[in-house]
Every structure is written in C-alpha cells, then in structure tokens.
C-alpha cells in the first residue's frame, strides 16, 4: 500500500492567494483527518471526516480554511485568502474505523509558507 | 480533557534500553494512552496503545502503572532510526473524543551512537 499520499510536498505562496492542498487516504479507510504542525502550537487537529461527511470542525481556525471530501479517495484543504500565519506543515491521516483502538496513519505533510 | 505531562527531552545511546515516562494522573477509567512518535521531517506515526496491562509488540513495550496515573514507553534496544519525539496520548473510549488525537510538546529523544 502507498500509504497517504499528500501533494504538493512544499507549497510557497504570497499573501492573499488562494492554497490547496490535497490528500489521499489509504484505500478502504472510513476516516480522514488534517492536522498543522507549527512551533507554536504544536500538533492540532483541524477537521476530521467519516465517510466523506465532517464531522468536527471545530478545530479550522477561521472562515479562510474550509476542507472537503467528494470521495473516498480525496480530500482538500484550502486556504482563501492565505496569510503568513498560516504557514506551518499540513498534515493528513487516514484511519480504517473510528475509535481509540484503529491507529491514524499519517502523511508525509505539505510544508507551506506564505510570504 | 485529561493531559499528559512527559519529559521535554532525553537521551539515550545506541544499543541500549530507553524507558520514556508519561504522567496522566487525571486519567478517567475509560481513557486509552496511545504513543506516536514522528521521526524528522515526517508524520507522526502509531507505536503502541493499552487500557491497564503492560503491552508488547514489534516497535516497543508499554508498561503501565497500576493505579494507571502514569506509564513507561520501553524501546528495549534503541538505534539511530529511533531518534524522534515521542506523544503520549490519551483517548477515550466512548464519543467522539475516542476519534481524536490530542498531541501535546512530546519528548525529544537523542540517541547517541
């Protein structure tokens, strides 16, 4: 299995434009979660979906982040406009079902900046 | 929600034990602790969960305290590949707080060789 895949890998954008950033989860897991990473703040959650639905978003900073899953196999997050304090690396996780005992497998994270 | 508290860093040499702490001591009866560790420049990734008895598997031991306020991650022969910081994580068992993981600052763990 590929794992989850993330693109792009590194993201350098200005202030005030519009950034996508996508993930696959790994095939047949019901779970898809975004996270950011900044110094910080550490690891926080943002948005997690079941079955392409969201379910919390409690964790989206503001209007400027808003996140979808069509499918099963894609999600995106996008940031509109973007601004510097959103630079920070962007992770997504997939996990086979919800619950403390099914593991989050993690992608290898979008690193943006916005300058 | 219950935190954890864990070293900030610590140090350890190649081809020795490492014992990494957590303290939860406000732990509920229904909190699961869950270890993730993310290597440099890379996602985290799952280590080992348990409930109340010590847990085994490939990458690691999970030794916790019988009162369950506070557990050990054991790495039983660290190599380089495991320099990284560690999460203690604690989850619950019922709710939508089971779906999430609540990371905190971690332990940054050096391994010399």
């Known amino acids: 299995d590929a794992g989850v895949i993330q693109s792009p890998r590194h993201e350098v954008t200005e202030m005030g434009q519009e950034v996508t950033l996508r993930c696959k989860p790994i095939?047949?897991?019901?779970?898809l979660f975004w996270y950011r990473q900044t110094m910080m703040r550490g690891l926080e959650l943002l948005i997690y979906?079941?079955?392409?639905?969201?379910?919390?978003d409690s964790g989206m900073p503001e209007d400027r982040f808003s996140a979808k899953m069509p499918n099963a196999s894609f999600s995106t997050l996008k940031i509109q406009p973007s601004e510097p304090r959103d630079s920070a690396v962007y992770f997504c996780?997939?996990?086979?079902?919800?619950?403390?005992?099914?593991?989050?497998?993690f992608g290898p994270g979008t690193r943006l900046t916005v300058t | 929600d219950a935190k954890t508290t864990q070293p900030n860093s610590m140090e350890s040499n190649e081809e020795e034990p490492v014992h990494l702490p957590c303290n939860h001591s406000t732990i509920s009866g229904t909190d699961y602790i869950h270890w993730y560790r993310q290597l440099p420049s890379q996602g985290p990734e799952y280590v080992i969960h348990?409930?109340?008895s010590n847990v085994n598997n490939r990458m690691a031991s999970l030794a916790i305290a019988e009162d369950r306020k506070s557990s050990t991650l054991i790495l039983h022969r660290a190599t380089l590949r495991d320099a990284a910081v560690y999460y203690c994580i604690l989850r619950g068992a019922y709710g939508g707080a089971t779906n999430k993981l609540i990371f905190g600052t971690g332990t940054l763990l050096a391994v010399q060789p």
């Open positions: 996780a997939s996990s086979l079902r919800g619950g403390y005992s099914y593991e989050q497998y």
């Open positions: 095939s047949g897991h019901d779970y």
């Open positions: 348990g409930l109340t």
């Open positions: 979906f079941n079955n392409n639905v969201p379910i919390d």
